[in-house]
């Protein structure tokens, strides 16, 4: 995964002596939830959002939540991938339907076309006829605009929806792998920092008993054990120590790269949401369009509509079966 931007480590830079946990609290100011440490509630200090009054990713994902289906935890970074591939299958759906669309576009086109062929009072004649006729014709003129119209959703709207980050599940699933093993690095940090402190506890216990069983009993033997024992409290303290620090590293590894890579996820979404909505926008322009060539189909069937003349037609009707205008008279005798 790539930074999303240089704001983006600007933001993990500057702000992880206050947002990041900060290695100068002490262990009362501190709780740790799931290998990762927080401010205790009852002593949390007022941190400031990485983005104010933008409900920003980097800013609401930091601890884990409980996992609704199950007895486990889902952290707060799996919820964000979750959403991203949530939005491609979206995407694939929304693509799906513009092409059912299209299918129903082109049986429409079919079946119209087909219709423009049918013999049904084709006999009509005069300045009717040339109207009925046109209806016809409109019918074929019709379909072809469909066809184009399908023709255009495919190449303007679905195939663009369906091709939109071909390998998007791939590049999730290394970005997925890499904040996982920073987490689990952390997990395994902070399980050296629990061993050496049960070991500093022990060591620390220890060397009180051997100071007591010196104020009982003086002896070269228990002077011996105790400077033994102090050497070891100090060496288990040194290696407390080391050990914080290096969960302390882990950690804010860890916060960085999850600022980074959540404000570019953040990006992502909205690059996703701006791409749907120009293709839709492009969908309801092709449907207007339609709508407007549509209409230019009909136009030549109102113009035949306004003249039709109902004496013309009788006339020419007429003029071409008459049988005779000489009318019967009275016999006579």
């Keep these: 995964m790539e930074d999303s931007s240089d704001d983006a480590s600007c933001l993990s830079l500057q702000n992880l002596g206050s947002s990041s ?89 079919k079946n119209l076309a087909k219709l423009s062929q049918n013999s049904l009072a084709a006999q009509e004649e005069g300045s009717l006829g040339e109207a009925w006729a046109q209806v016809k014709k409109s019918l074929a003129d019709e379909a072809e605009v469909h066809l184009k119209f399908s023709a255009k959703l495919h190449s303007e709207v679905e195939k663009p929806l369906m091709n939109f980050r071909e390998n998007f599940k791939k590049d999730m699933k290394k970005c997925d792998h890499h904040i996982a093993d920073l987490r689990k690095q952390l997990a395994s940090r902070y399980a050296a920092v629990e061993k050496a402190r049960k070991a500093l506890t022990e060591r620390q216990r220890d060397l009180e008993m051997k100071t007591q069983q010196l104020e009982i009993k003086l002896s ?37 790269e999850m600022v980074t890579t959540t404000l570019e996820l953040e990006r992502l979404e909205v690059e996703r949401v701006e791409m749907i909505r120009q293709h839709l926008c492009q969908y309801t322009q092709l449907r207007h369009e339609t709508d407007m060539f549509n ?33 019967p008279v009275d016999m006579e005798i």
């Design 21 to 109: 946990p900060g290695r100068k609290q002490n262990k009362e100011n501190t709780i740790t939830v799931n290998c990762v440490t927080f401010p205790h509630p009852d002593t949390m200090p007022e941190q400031q959002l990485l983005k104010p009054t933008e409900w920003s990713y980097c800013d609401y994902f930091w601890a884990d939540k409980k996992d609704p289906q199950g007895n486990g935890n889902v952290a707060g970074f799996e919820l964000l991938l979750q959403k991203q591939l949530k939005g491609k299958q979206m995407q694939k759906e929304m693509s799906e339907f513009i092409r059912e669309r299209i299918k129903i576009e082109e049986e429409y086109a």
């Design 295 to 327: 209409q230019s189909t009909v136009e030549p069937v109102d113009q035949l509509l306004r003249k039709v003349d109902p004496a013309k037609d009788r006339e020419l009707w007429v003029r071409e079966h008459k049988t005779g205008n000489i009318r």
């Design 220 to 256: 070269n033997k228990t002077e011996e054990d105790i400077k033994k024992a102090r050497r070891k409290s100090t060496q288990a303290g040194d290696d407390l120590m080391r050990c914080v620090d290096l969960y302390n590293q882990a950690q804010s590894k860890w916060f960085e």
